[in-house]
């Protein structure tokens, strides 16, 4: 997401870095560039006269001019601003009502019924109880399409075999207080273009049920026009928040950063990917300072938390502690990789590395290329194998090459790489609980006043 924006403001900030000091002169060229890597984004024209008029102003005060290094300020000040112009603090969804209802709108194509799943699964991950109900009573397939999502991800669906999509409502509701569903997801009917009688079906439904949340859901690819369907149903529904759906193909931003301003309604929700837990918080500082290619480590770890659960941590540190590691550890090790996403918004997120996105794409393409040899070379192995490593021996890998098609050369490279890191766990493991050995020790002896020689004595210990 935000590649060519994220490429060229990076650009333009490493050109500063020769630069004693941000001038009148010096800047007039950084923020010409600036501003063409913005309308190349595709952001609004309002939002890149204001983004360039807020920089300008910062970067010839006083206070700015009397730093040492022109390219920090500059990132600080675009940095800034560009969070600024996302909407300066996450705003987190008001579910305070019981039941709280959360109306989902947007036009056909928007990814609508699909978010409205994504946004389920995220809320049952949250400790919610959460229930779909099927208002689209127009287009064919969207109350199907709504059931197979419910089945898919064990998220109770409510829907009728009516056209008053008032009575639905109504009837969802005192179904959800009958079975304890806490959140209605109302998965409303949209249109290939704004018109009255879709907007008078969503006005009456807004003043009879009085949702807690009005959430719009824009295709970010669909750029200059985002603004212009955003403007329309705020100024008659008074939306609540955004949901930016295909922001992770989305390579030039410029729907993400002209809503907000041209709307002055916060992103609540980002749709990351095609699978139904990519949907993410969206957060403008964290945004901003991955546009400027400085990671976002926040969002890295606690993406490791909903992927790495505890027990299987215990577990895997456990074989690694014993050398037991084996080919079906790693196939599941990979399998929890793959949950974070692609491996290119994966490198997206560490800070320092340094790589322009065009860089990041290519290791990231050659990363999961070698990621499905290694599948398929696994795979290739027998049970027993897979849970042996140490059973390979030559006619067994002379079979497993015929069998997947990976030349003898890139098996024996992938093995004698495996068993290094297995030593390599194993290693890690080792110091880990004589560290931990040894700490115990010292506090148990803090109390008598342990010597410097008797510390320095026990340390020798374990090495």
Do not use: W
Not at 211 to 239: C, H, R, W, Y
Not at 442 to 454: A, C
């Amino acid at each position: 997401m935000f590649d060519s924006l994220s490429d060229k403001l990076q650009d333009v900030i490493k050109r500063t870095a020769g630069q004693k000091e941000l001038t009148q002169d010096n800047m007039q060229e950084a923020l010409r560039e600036i501003r063409r890597a913005l309308l190349e984004a595709d952001v609004n024209l309002r939002v890149v006269k204001a983004f360039i008029s807020n920089i300008k102003d910062k970067a010839e005060g006083e206070n700015v001019l009397s730093g040492v290094n022109p390219s920090q300020q500059l990132v600080k000040i675009v940095h800034d601003e560009l969070i600024s112009i996302l909407g300066t603090e996450q705003k987190p969804l008001d579910l305070s009502s019981h039941p709280s209802l959360v109306m989902m709108l947007g036009l056909q194509g928007s990814g609508k019924t699909t978010s409205s799943a994504k946004l389920a699964i995220k809320l049952k991950k949250e400790g919610k109880n959460p229930l779909l109900v099927a208002c689209d009573v127009y287009r064919p397939a969207a109350i199907t399409q709504l059931k197979t999502l419910g089945k898919e991800t064990d998220i109770s669906v409510f829907a009728e075999d009516s056209t008053d999509v008032r009575k639905i409502i109504a009837d969802s509701i005192e179904y959800s207080k009958e079975n304890g569903h806490n959140v209605l997801i109302l998965d409303t009917a949209g249109r290939l273009q704004i018109d009255t009688d879709m907007m008078a079906e969503l006005m009456l439904i807004d003043r009879e049920f009085h949702p807690s949340e009005k959430l719009l859901v824009i295709d970010s690819m669909t750029g200059q026009e985002a603004v212009n369907v955003a403007e329309n149903f705020d100024a008659q529904l008074g939306v609540t928040g955004l949901v930016l759906t295909k922001l992770d193909g989305d390579s030039r931003g410029g729907a993400a950063l002209s809503v907000v301003y041209c709307t002055q309604k916060p992103i609540k929700l980002t749709g990351t990917g095609e699978k139904l837990n990519a949907l993410e918080d969206f957060y403008p500082e964290r945004m901003a300072t991955r546009i400027l290619g400085m990671g976002d480590i926040v969002s890295l770890v606690e993406r490791a938390q909903e992927v790495f659960d505890e027990k299987s941590a215990k577990e895997m540190e456990a074989k690694m502690a014993k050398a037991e590691f084996s080919f079906n550890d790693f196939l599941k090790m990979q399998s929890q990789m793959k949950m974070f996403g692609s491996m290119d918004n994966l490198l997206g997120m560490i800070p320092g590395l340094g790589l322009s996105n065009d860089d990041r794409q290519k290791i990231s393409h050659e990363g999961e290329k070698q990621f499905k040899r290694i599948e398929v070379f696994i795979q290739s192995m027998t049970p027993e194998e897979r849970e042996h490593p140490e059973l390979m021996n030559s006619s067994r890998k002379r079979r497993i090459a015929a069998g997947s098609g990976i030349s003898l050369h890139d098996i024996n490279l992938f093995i004698t790489q495996f068993e290094q890191m297995r030593k390599m766990m194993k290693g890690f493991s080792d110091v880990k609980k004589n560290m931990g050995r040894l700490a115990g020790k010292m506090g148990q002896n803090m109390g008598g006043k342990l010597s410097m020689h008797q510390m320095m004595k026990n340390m020798r210990k374990f090495r």
